[in-house]
Nanobody
């Protein structure tokens, strides 16, 4: 099984920056893909950024957010800059992990979320 623990959320003023971290632990062979999602009150959960061999971003955060990964630490980061009030949400880490070397498919795991609040 895989446990994902996010950290780094908090309250920041508009225009400020935050860095979120998500550390994966447990028993697994590899993590193929790591993602950050967010969910604002009353809204659907949306994909913010994805990292595999490359990275991809939602249009709403392109140029402001950067996803990165430290494979040695099994940790993914989300550097958020030029934050806007509309970035306020609970941010969730998601990972696709293969539990063994002979697994034919990856399983999806979620963290518990971390709150990001951007004040105007």
């Amino acid at each position: 099984q895989v446990q994902l623990v996010e950290s780094g959320g908090g309250l920041v003023q508009a225009g400020g920056s935050l860095r979120l971290s998500c550390a994966a632990s447990g028993s697994f062979f590899s993590i193929d893909v790591m993602r950050w999602y967010r969910q604002a009150p009353g809204k659907r959960r949306e994909l913010v950024a994805t990292i595999t061999s490359g990275d991809n971003y939602a249009d709403s955060v392109q140029g402001r957010f950067t996803i990165s990964r430290d494979n040695a630490k099994n940790t993914v980061y989300l550097q958020m800059s030029s934050l806007k009030p509309e970035d306020t949400a609970v941010y969730y880490c998601n990972a696709d992990a293969r539990l063994t070397s002979y697994s034919n498919y990856a399983l999806s795991y979620w963290g518990q979320g971390t709150q990001v609040t951007v004040s105007s």
